[in-house]
């Protein structure tokens, strides 16, 4: 029984490990990525239709390396922190931002009234 429960216990800690570390970046470079790809795709046709020089943005090599950087364990950790955060939760930075840039002390109207009439 005693075995059982340790085997238990191990494999709950190592699958939420791997799915902390390993299959949510994975899911978040692929969703990031697959987005960005098609950005890039959609402004490649729209530059290569509107310029009459025309250079490429998005190569072979670009979606290769977004799919290896998808699938390898330390990269996409890294990826998923650095590289796609930013853009996929920008509205929640912001949001977040604007949260904690709340005055610890807040004004008082009798201070700002006084500090407007100095102004004047």
């Not at 299959?23 to 009459?52: H, M, N, Q, W």
């Not at 943005?57 to 930013?86: R, S």
């Amino acid at each position: 029984m005693i075995e059982w429960l340790q085997n238990a216990a191990n494999w709950w800690t190592t699958g939420i490990l791997g799915l902390i570390l390993y299959y949510l970046p994975l899911t978040l470079c692929a969703y990031g990525y697959t987005v960005r790809t098609y950005k890039t795709y959609r402004r490649d046709i729209e530059s290569r239709e509107s310029r009459s020089v025309y250079t490429p943005e998005l190569k072979v090599g670009t979606i290769i390396g977004y799919g290896l950087v998808t699938i390898i364990p330390i990269a996409n950790l890294c990826a998923a922190v650095f590289d796609i955060a930013p853009e996929v939760f920008h509205d929640f930075f912001e949001w977040l931002g604007k949260v904690f840039d709340m005055p610890l002390v807040p004004d008082s109207e009798y201070y700002k009234t006084k500090r407007e009439s100095d102004n004047e």
